[in-house]
């Protein structure tokens, strides 16, 4: 055969099908789970979604552990349950996902950041100092693609004020500080189980506390103020009657998503090694590779990595695209990618209402125009990470400057 029927090698994309940035880790065992909850009877909240709490608090080592709708909604009642509210002041990092200010905005609070590190992208303790004022009420630390942030010195600087923290803890289902699990360490601490968490039911979320009123507080306000939800009610023996409290939300979880969580928490440190295991092969297969600059895999400080996202930074200074265009040029690869996150502050809604500015949160404005998540999901195959390391190689030989 002539070799000029054959398209040219170097146009032709690395891999036949497309590897999605991210894909749940969903097995038979989930579907069995949600199956025998649909033929129970009961698939709103109810026993199921008690047990993933129990089990949750237990898994975190915190006491108590209260499931909800999404990240975003557990965020919602920890501030609401502070009492958080206009006039007063939440600090946290612009690298995270809107929702994390957004909710501080809705309850007629004001977002204050700190820049983050360089090579974690977490908040930088360092900086935490300058930013509390009087009007502080809540310290929200984001740990970014699950390594935890160096929580001592921002509870030091946190307790010397007496401010709360409430740990944004989307990305570190199953991660650890200094020996202990996240969900144990602060007053408050969210985790959401969307379906590119480490843990996910769907759409979902859970709030861990050791607090004993903050728990009751969220109890009433994530099902309309009242006192007993349906499940209460109507169990064998219970009474009828409620009482409403004040007014709530409708934030309860159903069995259905709680059946898949309590699959998913027993499979969570197996998924999580996974993880690991597949970004340790990236960071051995990238290494070297001028044009981009890897994630920090290790903490100056013990701590256990939960490895939601491996994000690396592209040196857009040494390439003739920018990160948008090397997202498509890894498309054209049949490589998915993510993007985690456009700095906060910059958004047209946080730029106006507070006048920020370019400059004003340098490093993560930095991280802003550079970060990339390559794909990383337990389901991968060690092939597909030399697929998408193949792919980034060949992406930034074709665009070298
Ligand atoms: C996903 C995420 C959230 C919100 O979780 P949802 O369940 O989608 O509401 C909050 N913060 C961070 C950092 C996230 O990545």
């Given at each position: 055969m002539d070799a000029a029927e054959f398209p040219a090698v170097t146009d032709a994309p690395g891999r036949l099908s497309f590897l999605?940035?991210?894909?749940?880790?969903?097995?038979?065992e989930e579907v069995q789970a949600v199956v025998e909850c649909?033929?129970?009877?009961?698939?709103?909240?109810?026993?199921?979604?008690?047990?993933?709490?129990?089990?949750?608090?237990?898994?975190?080592?915190?006491?108590?552990?209260?499931?909800?709708?999404s990240g975003t909604a557990a965020e919602h009642l920890a501030l609401l349950a502070l009492g958080i509210g206009p006039g007063d002041e939440i600090v946290t990092s612009p690298m995270t996902w809107v929702s994390t200010v957004s909710v501080a905005e809705l309850v007629g609070a004001r977002p204050v950041f700190v820049d983050v590190e360089?090579?974690?992208?977490?908040?930088?303790?360092?900086?935490l100092r300058a930013a509390i004022t009087a009007r502080t009420r809540a310290i929200l630390p984001v740990h970014f693609a699950g390594l935890p942030c160096d929580m001592d010195p921002i509870r030091e600087a946190a307790a010397e004020r007496g401010i709360p923290v409430i740990e944004d803890a989307a990305h570190a289902a199953g991660a650890?500080?200094?020996?202990?699990?996240?969900?144990?360490?602060?007053?408050?601490?969210?985790?959401?189980?969307?379906?590119i968490k480490?843990?996910?039911?769907?759409?979902?979320?859970?709030?861990?506390?050791?607090?004993?009123?903050?728990?009751?507080?969220?109890r009433l306000l994530r099902f309309h103020g009242i006192t007993r939800d349906s499940w209460q009610r109507q169990g064998a023996g219970a009474g009828a009657a409620y009482e409403v409290l004040l007014p709530g939300f409708k934030y309860n979880l159903t069995d259905i998503q709680s059946a898949i969580g309590l699959v998913q928490l027993a499979r969570l440190d197996a998924l999580n090694e996974r993880r690991a295991l597949l970004a340790r092969r990236y960071l051995?297969?990238?290494?070297?590779?001028?044009?981009?600059?890897?994630p920090v895999s290790d903490a100056p400080y013990p701590a256990r990595h939960a490895w939601h996202l491996f994000t690396i930074l592209v040196d857009v200074d040494?390439?003739?695209?920018?990160?948008?265009?090397?997202?498509?040029?890894?498309?054209?690869?049949?490589?998915?990618?993510?993007?985690?996150?456009?700095?906060?502050?910059?958004?047209?809604?946080?730029?106006?209402r507070y006048g920020f500015r370019p400059g004003d949160f340098p490093e993560a404005e930095r991280v802003s125009e550079r970060v990339v998540s390559l794909p990383l999901f337990p389901g991968m195959t060690e092939a597909d990470v030399d697929d998408v390391a193949r792919a980034v190689k060949k992406v930034v030989r074709t665009h070298r400057r």
């Open positions: 999605p940035f991210s894909r749940p880790s969903l097995g038979e649909l033929r129970s009877g009961w698939i709103t909240t109810g026993p199921r979604t008690r047990e993933f709490e129990e089990r949750f608090a237990a898994y975190t080592g915190a006491r108590h552990a209260l499931a909800v709708t360089p090579g974690t992208h977490n908040l930088d303790p360092g900086g650890a500080y200094k020996g202990r699990p996240v969900g144990s360490l602060s007053l408050l601490t969210l985790f959401s189980f969307h379906p480490n843990l996910t039911t769907g759409e979902g979320g859970m709030i861990t506390t050791d607090d004993p009123d903050l728990a009751k507080r969220i051995e297969s990238l290494d070297g590779l001028e044009e981009i600059r890897l040494r390439l003739t695209l920018d990160r948008f265009g090397f997202m498509e040029a890894m498309k054209a690869e049949n490589v998915g990618t993510g993007l985690h996150f456009l700095a906060v502050h910059l958004q047209p809604y946080y730029r106006d």
